[in-house]
């Protein structure tokens, strides 16, 4: 086997990256209009005819398919827990770190509104957790009790106190509800246990979630499951920072995907507690990933506008409110569009650096005065002080010069008045994956992590 050919069906492109596995390098990097709101098998013909066109007949026939899927929005979850710092946190961050996109999260008893607001949702996953072992059962057996009657037509993931995991099973099965029990996600205090609900999670998406039409031929026609994209980014992050046993990874670093809808950040490194700060709150990932649902170029760009402030914004743009508004209306009308002139491109570029500076402010961990448990300073989250690298992707990047691209992403960096309080860098170093390869490194990895992570290493440039 000489090639790799890697899939990714989004809503709005479908990609195809053609990997030579001897020679570790990209031979084809093609994106065409997504077809998966009509038929996927559309848009894996044209990737396929492009592959066959780059490597040849022969070698297609013998190489390797593998796909990923963020069509239809990704994959929809709810998650149900017991306390906001603790197991809501944790359960966000399995739900992200299997390639979920989080639309709605209750803490405590679930009430009758947090029951109308989940069916709202269009959850196809709900994740219960909460309760340490020989903790909590009592709330956690209603809120399973609750949740059973309620019959909400999704299936369910009881990832909490493993002593009543088969009493909550039973509850869901007895009204034909499909549940599924992983392993308790913070068993002991300070303890992250997520694996076992990840694979559950990846597990629903193959078999049952994948909603993009023509799916079925998908499946046939590649070799491995279809993974959710997200998934496969984590995982290619994950081997860029710490290599492989022949090559060096990069160390820890932060990464900004910047779409139209959403904006990714992840986060490779060990949280580590700041100077004289007790930690608080759930446990934090080595890999770690959040979605920002509202921060988008297109679709999203009228939340950002709220967040920012009109008048704000405007000022930035230096343009009259009416005038940026008029431009934001025109990206949420068409999630396509492309800036083609020079006043446009101020617009795209405001956006960004404005995407950046509050998405990366969510990811990251803080620290606050206050007394806790005989400590002054209070961290609650990931301590990212240490990181010296940030890699962008995402269209708006890409496409960028590189003055432009570099003032976006240096966003992510604290100012004088967040020092000792928001848990990011004060200087970085930019690069982006001009090839966007990180999802066909992720579906690669398991088969050749060192051609993985040498077509990551190649894609990345210096901004």
């Given at each position: 086997m000489k090639y790799a050919i890697l899939l990714d069906f989004g809503s709005t492109y479908t990609k195809v990256v053609c990997v030579n596995l001897v020679q570790q390098q990209v031979v084809l990097s093609d994106k065409f209009p997504s077809t998966v709101h009509t038929?996927?098998?559309?848009?894996?013909?044209?990737?396929?005819?492009?592959?066959?066109?780059?490597?040849?007949?022969?070698?297609?026939?013998?190489?390797?398919?593998?796909?990923?899927?963020?069509?239809?929005?990704?994959?929809?979850?709810?998650?149900?827990?017991?306390?906001?710092?603790?197991?809501?946190?944790?359960?966000?961050?399995?739900?992200?770190?299997?390639?979920?996109?989080?639309?709605?999260?209750?803490?405590?008893?679930?009430?009758?509104?947090?029951?109308?607001?989940?069916?709202?949702?269009?959850?196809?996953?709900?994740?219960?957790?909460?309760?340490?072992?020989?903790?909590?059962?009592?709330?956690?057996?209603?809120?399973?009790?609750?949740?059973?009657?309620?019959?909400?037509?999704?299936?369910?993931?009881?990832?909490?106190?493993?002593?009543?995991?088969?009493?909550?099973?039973?509850?869901?099965?007895?009204?034909?509800?499909?549940?599924?029990?992983?392993?308790?996600?913070?068993?002991?205090?300070?303890?992250?246990?997520?694996?076992?609900?990840?694979?559950?999670?990846?597990?629903?998406?193959?078999?049952?979630?994948?909603?993009?039409?023509?799916?079925?031929?998908?499946?046939?026609?590649?070799?491995?499951?279809?993974?959710?994209?997200?998934?496969?980014?984590?995982?290619?992050?994950?081997?860029?920072?710490?290599?492989?046993?022949?090559?060096?990874?990069?160390?820890?670093?932060?990464?900004?995907?910047?779409?139209?809808?959403?904006?990714?950040?992840?986060?490779?490194?060990?949280?580590?507690?700041?100077?004289?700060?007790?930690?608080?709150?759930?446990?934090?990932?080595?890999?770690?990933?959040?979605?920002?649902?509202?921060?988008?170029?297109?679709?999203?760009?009228?939340?950002?506008?709220?967040?920012v402030g009109k008048e704000r914004f405007a000022m930035k743009c230096k343009v009259s409110q009416k005038v940026m508004e008029q431009a934001v209306q025109k990206r949420i009308s068409s999630r396509a569009y492309i800036a083609d002139t020079d006043f446009e491109k101020i617009i795209d570029h405001e956006l960004a650096c404005s995407v950046v500076h509050i998405s990366a402010r969510r990811h990251a961990g803080t620290v606050k005065k206050e007394f806790y448990d005989g400590y002054r300073l209070v961290q609650r989250g990931k301590n990212l002080l240490e990181i010296k690298t940030v890699i962008g992707t995402g269209g708006i990047l890409v496409n960028s010069q590189r003055e432009e691209a570099a003032d976006i992403l240096e966003n992510v960096k604290i100012g004088a008045s967040e020092k000792g309080n928001i848990l990011l860098p004060e200087d970085v170093h930019v690069m982006i994956d001009k090839d966007y390869v990180f999802f066909a490194a992720g579906l690669l990895r398991s088969y050749d992590e060192n051609a993985a992570l040498a077509i990551m290493k190649k894609s990345l440039r210096l901004k």
């Open positions: 038929d996927a098998g559309i848009g894996l013909c044209r990737c396929f005819e492009a592959a066959k066109h780059a490597i040849g007949e022969e070698n297609f026939k013998s190489a390797l398919k593998l796909s990923t899927s963020s069509a239809a929005g990704g994959l929809r979850m709810a998650v149900s827990g017991l306390t906001q710092s603790l197991s809501i946190e944790a359960g966000r961050n399995a739900s992200f770190g299997a390639g979920g996109k989080i639309v709605y999260t209750t803490s405590g008893l679930i009430s009758e509104e947090d029951m109308e607001n989940i069916k709202e949702s269009g959850a196809e996953i709900l994740l219960l957790c909460g309760g340490y072992e020989e903790g909590n059962r009592r709330h956690i057996l209603r809120n399973a009790e609750a949740l059973s009657s309620a019959k909400l037509n999704i299936p369910v993931i009881y990832a909490g106190n493993s002593h009543i995991s088969g009493e909550v099973r039973r509850m869901f099965s007895s009204r034909g509800m499909e549940c599924f029990t992983a392993e308790n996600i913070i068993p002991n205090v300070g303890i992250l246990n997520m694996e076992s609900t990840i694979s559950i999670i990846r597990n629903l998406f193959m078999n049952r979630i994948t909603n993009m039409k023509g799916v079925g031929v998908v499946r046939e026609m590649v070799d491995g499951p279809i993974i959710p994209t997200p998934a496969s980014v984590l995982s290619a992050g994950e081997l860029l920072c710490n290599g492989t046993e022949r090559e060096a990874g990069i160390g820890p670093y932060m990464m900004a995907d910047i779409g139209g809808a959403t904006t990714d950040i992840y986060s490779f490194a060990e949280n580590r507690s700041y100077e004289g700060a007790k930690q608080i709150g759930s446990p934090e990932p080595f890999a770690k990933r959040t979605v920002e649902g509202d921060m988008g170029m297109r679709e999203s760009s009228v939340c950002l506008l709220k967040e």
